[in-house]
Each structure stands twice: as structure tokens, then as C-alpha cells.
């Protein structure tokens, strides 16, 4: 009994002795394996793998525990869901926003304008109302889409405004919302960080690709106006 105790006391010790900031490095018969590092009653570890060996040390501790690391995932991304719904609600002000602008233009395709942009918010509406009032019943493959399919709405209905009402004089107006989009995809959407990182990537060869165009479209009427004065 008393050899037991003092070993428990030197266990004690032990441990003491390791303790830094609140994080204890725990001794492990192991020697293969990662230190581990207890914060309360979690056991955490250090990653240097993937993406992650990019980051400072402080951002590169992990759970040890592969079933608690999937426990908190799984309640990061039921939590995340929620922020779905903002992402969702700036997409619809936006598509109000831009059907509003374009009933005080004169344009000879306005009806087919307004008709576009107003599909496109009605989607977003539905996306809406199924996040907002019907997540209980939504199946789970369902969130795996929503984020990307939500993603996809927004930079459409961007893309179909600056298109609709000119792409010679609207190329500059895409930045800044692209600049929203790219923010919120961190923010709201419930994806990993190298799947943000993809979308935003892809929306930026996207708007490379539409000032490209919109420049060559700038030269080419540029060049019949001058045409056009020159034979005036």
C-alpha cells in the first residue's frame, strides 16, 4: 500500500513538473508516437502534416483522440449551418438590390433581366426556407451540397447582373462584390479551409476571365466609334 502511494506521488511529480501555461506533456511508452499535450480533460497533439505544417506552432495542435476530433466536427458543422443562413440572406438582399437597380434603367431586354435575377432570388429564397424551417428533415447529403450550391447562386446572380446591364462599363463593379463572396465563403460556409480555398480560387479565375473579356470588348467598341467618326 505505501509503495503504491509513493509511486503515485512521484507520478505526481512528474507531471508537475511538466506543466507549462496549463498544458501538460504527458509521458508515453511510445517513443514513435507525437507528443501529446492535456488541456483540462482533452488530449491534444501536434500536427505538422499537410497544410497544417504552414502555420504557426500555436494553430498546429489537433486532437489525439480521432473519435472526439470527429465528435467535434460533427458539432462544428451542425453549428456552422446556422451561418448558412446569413450567407443565404445577403445572396437574397443582393438579387432585391439588383432587381431595384434595374427598374430604373431603360433597357430593351428589362423584363428579361428583372425575370433572371428574380429566379435566381427565388431559389435563394427556397434554399432559405429549407435551412431556416425544415433542417430537421433535410437528409445529410443535403448540408454536404447546400454550401457549394449556395456558393454558386451568389457569384451567378453577380455575374448575370454586371452582364445584363453591360460588360463594357460593369467590369470594375464585379470587384467588390467578388471581395464580399470571397469574405463570406470564409466566414458563413460550412467547408473545410483547403475547400474555401478552392472556391475562392476558382472565383478569382472567374472575374480574371470577365475582365478579360470586358477589356477586349472595351477595344473592339472603341475602335468602331472611331471608325464610325472617322467616315462621319
Known sequence: MATHQTKSDGELNKESNSVTNGI?????????????????????SIDQTGLQALLPSCMQVT?????????????????????????????????????????????????????????IGLVNTVVLVLCRFFHHRL???????????????????????????NVSSKSGDFLPWFLLGTYMTYVFLPLRVQYCLLLNVVALGGHVIIAAVAAQFNDHVANEVGIIKKEV
Open 24 to 44: 501538460r506533456l504527458l509521458e508515453l511508452p511510445d517513443a514513435d508516437r507525437k507528443p501529446e499535450l492535456r488541456r483540462d480533460v482533452t488530449n491534444l
Open 63 to 119: 486532437f489525439a483522440d480521432r473519435d472526439v476530433e470527429a465528435l467535434y466536427k460533427s458539432y462544428y458543422y451542425k453549428e456552422r449551418r446556422r451561418d448558412l443562413q446569413c450567407f443565404l440572406m445577403i445572396a437574397l438582399f443582393f438579387a432585391v438590390f439588383a432587381i431595384i437597380l434595374q427598374c430604373f434603367q431603360q433597357s430593351d431586354y428589362l423584363v428579361t433581366k428583372i425575370l433572371i435575377l428574380a429566379v
Open 139 to 165: 437528409p445529410s447529403f443535403t448540408w454536404f451540397i447546400l454550401p457549394y450550391i449556395t456558393w454558386f447562386l451568389y457569384y451567378l446572380q453577380v455575374v448575370c447582373d454586371g452582364l445584363l446591364n
